[in-house]
């Protein structure tokens, strides 16, 4: 730096602006372009201070401007798969990649691959179905299905079915199935043997979902009724069969009343038949019997009354009235 440049910044009675000098004097043909724009005098003082603020703010820029492309391409080359999902690579000149990708923040290639993610996790879906039984009776069926995707047929699922997978197979699959099984069984059976229907649709289900890379982890029928012919047909039924019941109450009752009254009559009949035979072995005497016996009894009974009065007999006052 020349000798009549350094007298000049001695000469600077300004401290903020000497302090810019110095930062400008780093570069020795940026101060000389200060020094002359500012004239060498007081004057111009406030003009150099701006440019050199101006020179200051652009380099700042410049940086943050280059930080800022930086992260965003940092941030476009980087995603994330949360816990219990799996993702699918799109590559725009190689199509779908086969490998799947598991949890965690992974890099692709920004504007070029793309990351479907997939939710790995059991979820459950309600499939609503009427169908008719063995015995053609209109039924009314709902299936609780616990689904969940599998993680190697990932790529072959998002590229024939696509991501609303469960959307497209379950509703068809499900009603197939169910009406498939129902079919086996009439009414009644659907009731009685519901455990054997629930177990034979699972089969058959897991079965039929594995084609499309789909695990049921359960199966379960949470609904059955009727139609309302065939519900009213089996109050109909259960009132007919108590009125039979009781019918066949008061059959086996008046039965019953019968063999009571026949028991009755030969215990009567061989009750006289005892007595007649006593009367021609014993003749009268028995007769006299039970004539005293009866009026054993029936004095007891009037004893035993308070509007009976006894009179001693042979006596000719009653009650002690004089004759």
């Known amino acids: 730096m020349t000798?009549?440049?350094?007298?000049?910044?001695?000469?600077?009675?300004?401290?903020?602006?000497?302090?810019?000098?110095?930062?400008?004097?780093?570069?020795?043909?940026?101060?000389?372009?200060?020094?002359v724009?500012?004239?060498?005098?007081?004057?111009?003082?406030?003009?150099?201070?701006?440019?050199?603020?101006?020179?200051?703010?652009?380099?700042?820029?410049?940086?943050?401007?280059?930080?800022?492309?930086?992260?965003?391409?940092?941030?476009?080359?980087?995603?994330?798969?949360?816990?219990?999902?799996?993702?699918?690579?799109?590559?725009?000149?190689?199509?779908?990649?086969?490998?799947?990708?598991?949890?965690?923040?992974?890099?692709?290639?920004?504007?070029v691959q793309k990351p479907i993610i997939f939710d790995c996790r059991s979820r459950p879906r309600n499939v609503p179905v009427i169908t008719g039984s063995k015995d053609l009776q209109n039924v009314n069926i709902t299936l609780r299905i616990l689904f969940r995707p599998m993680t190697a047929q990932l790529p072959r699922i998002?590229?024939?079915?696509?991501?609303?997978?469960?959307?497209?197979?379950?509703?068809?699959?499900?009603?197939?199935?169910?009406?498939?099984?129902?079919?086996?069984?009439?009414?009644?059976?659907?009731?009685?043997?519901?455990?054997?229907?629930?177990?034979?649709?699972?089969?058959?289900?897991?079965?039929?979902?594995?084609?499309?890379?789909?695990?049921?982890?359960?199966?379960?029928?949470t609904h059955l009724t009727f139609g309302k012919e065939f519900t009213e047909a089996v109050e109909m039924k259960q009132v007919a069969q108590q009125e039979a019941e009781r019918a066949r109450f008061v059959v086996e009752k008046a039965e019953q009343q019968k063999q009571a009254a026949i028991i009755s009559a030969e215990g009567d009949s061989q009750a006289a038949l005892l007595i007649a035979n006593s009367l021609m072995e014993a003749g009268d005497g028995l007769v006299e019997l039970r004539k005293l016996e009866a009026a054993e009894d029936i004095a007891f009974q009037l004893s035993r009354s308070r509007n009976v009065t006894y009179l001693p007999s042979g006596q000719g006052t009653l009650l002690q009235l004089p004759q």
């Open 37 to 111: 724009v500012s004239g060498g005098g007081h004057r111009h003082l406030r003009e150099t201070e701006v440019f050199v603020m101006a020179k200051l703010f652009e380099s700042i820029g410049k940086l943050g401007l280059a930080l800022a492309v930086g992260g965003g391409v940092v941030n476009s080359a980087l995603f994330n798969v949360d816990a219990g999902h799996q993702a699918v690579i799109f590559d725009r000149f190689r199509g779908v990649q086969d490998a799947v990708v598991g949890e965690g923040t992974h890099f692709l290639i920004p504007w």
């Open 3 to 35: 000798e009549a440049v350094e007298e000049e910044v001695r000469l600077l009675s300004n401290r903020r602006l000497r302090c810019f000098i110095q930062y400008a004097c780093a570069d020795e043909q940026l101060f000389h372009v200060l020094y």
């Open 158 to 221: 998002f590229t024939s079915i696509g991501e609303d997978y469960d959307e497209r197979v379950l509703p068809s699959i499900t009603t197939e199935v169910l009406k498939a099984v129902v079919a086996r069984f009439d009414a009644g059976e659907l009731i009685t043997q519901r455990e054997l229907v629930s177990r034979q649709v699972s089969e058959d289900l897991t079965e039929r979902a594995s084609t499309f890379g789909l695990i049921l982890d359960d199966v379960s029928l």
